[in-house]
């Protein structure tokens, strides 16, 4: 008997599913227009993709969805959240929700308070914890008020005055309130994971409404799996704790895009450049996952500490619109996006775009009708593709490490405009099924588990330290589902703190391994 | 400019990156201290040493600890004012005016917050112009000025005065005091009177690291000149345009050192190597030093123009290497046995600015 998988992404255009068997081959693919109540694109999209399979053959469920991106940065649907900070008499300088944009603070952020509390760097407290003023606090608590955001000094390695803060809170307010503390979210940096708490409080509600939906659109294809959601470092988290920490899943798109297009082409270090309608976004993968970028990353205006891909985006896409005449032309930045199958002039619209440009140049096909572009300038068509090939080339060396050739994987509705032969370039892959490679991504995420901690390595030593660390994420892998025959460590990184004694460090280690049941 | 208000501070935050050439702290977190602390008490009034009366007394103010403990335990505030008052008491004297004693990184923004909640001005002056690592690195350690008495505080109100016979010691004895207050604490040291300021001080500093944001702000939003208007004013010159191709990171004594390789876009035959310690201080290519300290090295983000951190460096990153002169003030006797190269520990002669055959 087989085991199968469902992989779904939900992107801003359209909604995509692959059925994926154990060895990662793909059986059943299909896209259908995002609708405006997302879910009844995937149900859509499932009974295409489900036609000829058995349901009972499939075990799990992967969903990757932009909702909790969406919701914070068009400010639907969000929670009004109290704001609990455990530090005091330190961090008083700055008060939660600084620099927030003023309309993302006025709806968010409801009550809040510095209370006595937190962890130096060495484990001793900054405070006791405060009961009295958390009491006090969670009086402040009214109807308006849909969670709590919970955040301590030194939580990431010292997190016990978080959890009774949260006892005390459920004495006063009840244990179902909903509640979120900053140690299950977010890393080192207090304001930061601290944002990043109060946006996961505010994104509750929409969780719900995601795992429902999914939940119900999988009932109604009578399928029995265990469900997840991707994150934004491409592995995977269950449904039930999306629901606790729905954060986690913002940004997950660009990962699964590169992610699948890498298992796709059957590589784990290339560089990924996706072209879509409107933006071409180039990243590189190293053993299998994104490089991250270093920079702070701002959810919605709000900067968190999550790590994102380290992506280079440029106007470049099959919808980019062509203006000029013989080589005198302009490219971009605007493009009719998804409209390009009615606005693009071989679909019969009135706007030369890339993909006329590409369909004349012989590098697309089966798209509208090439004599309609017979008046074309060869000229133009040129000074086009000459713009294009020099932008792939530019983003290709950019992202690339090293001046060593790396093979190139084009993917996307609009990976047509990328020519067969890129300087910098070992090769030009084009896997099948590449324009579903954000799904297959999701099909194929991983467990994982990871640790953020400032480790004092003497007197114990480096490696003692390390190997602690990378125990700690292979466990955290493991409870997250990974199968613990197959988890290994997927990144390690070390920061020296400066002017710290002991050599201490900030150790991070993150862990991956296939869900469990999955290799059969 | 009068006064630093909210309007002021995105420059002088960006500029104050600049300066920290990788390091001194990242002033996101001062940005918002300050911010707070303006909405909280006002504006701040910004003077110049020579306004202030000769004996008004002067005292600086700044973060000491560790950068990575600073963005976990963010300051109270109440450690600043305490070492400042701390210190005021023990010299018997009212506070004048606040001076920061580094303009580069955190510690620029800060003496902002204290200053306002204070109700005193600001001296627009420093003893850097630059971040550096160490206490005695000023030019008032040059002009014979002691570091002490100092204070240092924390924000539960513990603190310590101290006297010290030289400044090196001084710098030994904040670092192990700091150890044990936390890793997030306020210093105040090199009380002056305003007349020692005028003495001695890099004066404008503040207006120049503000003016210095503000063009480098024009430059990330790519408007014609604005790379040659920000090279006009602060002398800078891009050295080198490139992918990082090794990081080395160590720590060593405290400190964390590492070296830096980056490999020319154009030219892969070309690599720069800039060693780091805590800040970036020696750009060395093709086994010669071409930028040496007390002049400054700052990376920037090839797409952007962001400043990066020594912390935020990393493999494949794209950058362009720029270098600042330092404040002429300098360019004193002595001032390459505090600052110079060989005071770092590298074997290399201090290259003037410009010079060891620089092209871009």
């Known amino acids: 008997m087989s085991s199968l998988r469902i992989g779904i992404d939900v992107g801003g255009t359209n909604t995509d599913a692959v059925i994926v068997n154990e060895s990662g081959d793909v059986l059943a693919a299909a896209k259908s227009p995002t609708t405006s109540n997302p879910f009844d694109g995937i149900r859509d999209v499932m009974s295409q993709v489900l036609v000829g399979i058995n349901v009972a053959d499939v075990r799990q469920a992967m969903l990757g969805t932009t909702h909790p991106s969406n919701a914070i940065i068009q400010r639907r649907d969000l929670g009004r959240v109290g704001v609990l900070r455990l530090a005091a008499p330190a961090s008083l300088a700055i008060r939660p929700g600084a620099s927030w944009p003023e309309d993302l603070h006025r709806s968010v952020i409801g009550p809040t308070a510095i209370v006595g509390g937190g962890f130096e760097f060495d484990g001793t407290e900054i405070a006791p914890l405060d009961i009295d003023a958390i009491r006090r606090f969670a009086g402040l608590i009214d109807d308006s008020i849909t969670a709590i955001a919970v955040t301590s000094a030194f939580a990431p390695a010292s997190f016990d005055h978080e959890v009774r803060a949260l006892e005390v809170l459920e004495e006063e307010l009840g244990v179902d309130f909903p509640i979120s503390l900053s140690h299950k979210v977010g890393s080192i940096g207090l304001l930061e994971r601290e944002n990043a708490t109060i946006l996961n409080a505010a994104l509750l509600g929409v969780a719900r409404d995601v795992v429902e939906g999914f939940h119900s659109a999988l009932g109604e294809h009578r399928l029995e799996v265990a469900s997840y959601l991707t994150q934004n470092d491409g592995t995977l988290m269950s449904a039930e704790e999306a629901l606790r920490i729905p954060i986690l899943a913002v940004g997950s798109g660009p990962t699964n895009s590169m992610r699948g297009a890498c298992a796709l082409a059957g590589l784990s270090d290339a560089v990924v450049i996706d072209v879509g309608g409107t933006s071409a976004d180039t990243g590189i993968l190293v053993d299998g996952f994104p490089r991250e970028s270093t920079a702070a990353v701002e959810v919605g205006g709000v900067r968190t500490n999550f790590r994102m891909p380290d992506l280079i985006s440029i106007g470049l896409g099959g919808g980019t619109v062509v203006k000029g005449t013989g080589s005198q032309v302009t490219v971009g930045p605007e493009s009719v996006g998804y409209r390009v199958a009615t606005e693009a002039i071989s679909m019969g619209g009135s706007t030369l775009t890339l993909s006329d440009i590409s369909l004349r140049a012989g590098r697309l096909s089966g798209f509208g009708d090439v004599d309609r572009l017979d008046s074309l300038d060869d000229a133009l068509v040129r000074s086009a593709l000459q713009w294009v090939d020099g932008q792939i080339q530019i983003m290709t060396e950019r992202m690339k490490a090293s001046r060593h050739k790396m093979p190139l994987i084009a993917v996307g509705g609009g990976s047509h405009l990328i020519s067969d032969h890129v300087p910098g370039a070992s090769e030009v892959v084009r896997p099948n099924h590449h324009a579903v490679a954000n799904a297959f991504g999701a099909a194929i995420a991983e467990a994982s588990g990871e640790v953020d901690r400032v480790y004092r390595f003497e007197p114990r030593g480096r490696d003692a330290c390390l190997d602690e660390a990378k125990q700690l994420a292979v466990d955290a892998a493991v409870r997250a589902g990974a199968d613990p025959a197959h988890v290994r460590i997927t990144s390690i990184s070390e920061v020296p703190l400066s002017y710290l004694p002991g050599r201490a460090s900030r150790v991070l280690v993150k862990a991956a391994g296939q869900i469990k049941g999955v290799q059969a | ?360």
């Open chain 2, 1 to 360: 400019m009068q006064e630093f208000g909210l309007e002021q501070i995105d420059d002088l935050t960006l500029g104050a990156t600049l300066l920290g050439t990788g390091g001194g702290g990242d002033p996101y977190i001062a940005r918002l201290m300050a911010r707070q602390a303006i909405e909280d008490y006002g504006p701040v009034k910004v003077v110049q040493a020579s306004e202030l009366p000769p004996d008004a007394r002067v005292l600086t103010i700044a973060v000491i600890g560790a950068p990575t403990v600073v963005v976990e335990k963010v300051p109270g505030g109440s450690e600043f004012t305490g070492a400042v008052k701390a210190l005021a008491s023990f010299l018997g004297d009212d506070v004048g005016a606040i001076m920061p004693i580094e303009v580069g990184g955190m510690n620029t923004l800060v003496p902002l917050a204290v200053a306002t909640e204070l109700g005193v001005p600001i001296v627009d002056a420093d003893g850097m112009r630059r971040a550096f690592p160490q206490i005695e690195m000023t030019v008032f350690t040059l002009a014979g000025i002691g570091a002490s008495p100092m204070s240092v505080a924390d924000e539960k109100g513990n603190v310590v005065v101290f006297e010290t016979t030289t400044n090196q010691v001084a710098e030994r004895l904040a670092r192990g005091t700091v150890m044990m207050l936390g890793m997030s604490n306020a210093i105040s040291c090199y009380p002056m009177t305003a007349q020692q300021v005028v003495d001695t001080a890099i004066h404008g500093s503040m207006t120049y690291a503000t003016e210095l944001g503000r063009l480098l702000g024009a430059v990330q939003s790519g408007g014609s000149d604005a790379w040659e208007r920000f090279a006009d004013f602060s002398g800078a010159r891009r050295i080198f345009t490139g992918k990082i191709i090794d990081l080395d990171r160590r720590t060593t004594e405290g400190f964390a050192r590492g070296t830096v390789t980056i490999e020319h876009f154009d030219d892969h035959s070309r690599t720069l190597r800039v060693e780091i310690q805590n800040e970036l201080l020696v750009a060395i290519e093709d086994g010669k030093a071409i930028v040496t300290p007390p002049d400054l090295i700052c990376m920037l983000d090839h797409e952007n123009s962001t400043p990066i951190t020594t912390e935020g460096l990393a493999y494949g990153q794209r950058v362009d290497v720029i270098a600042l002169p330092c404040a002429p003030e300098w360019h004193r006797a002595g001032f390459l046995d505090v600052v110079g190269p060989k005071a770092f520990g590298y074997d290399v002669e201090y290259v003037p600015f410009g010079g060891g055959d620089q092209q871009p």
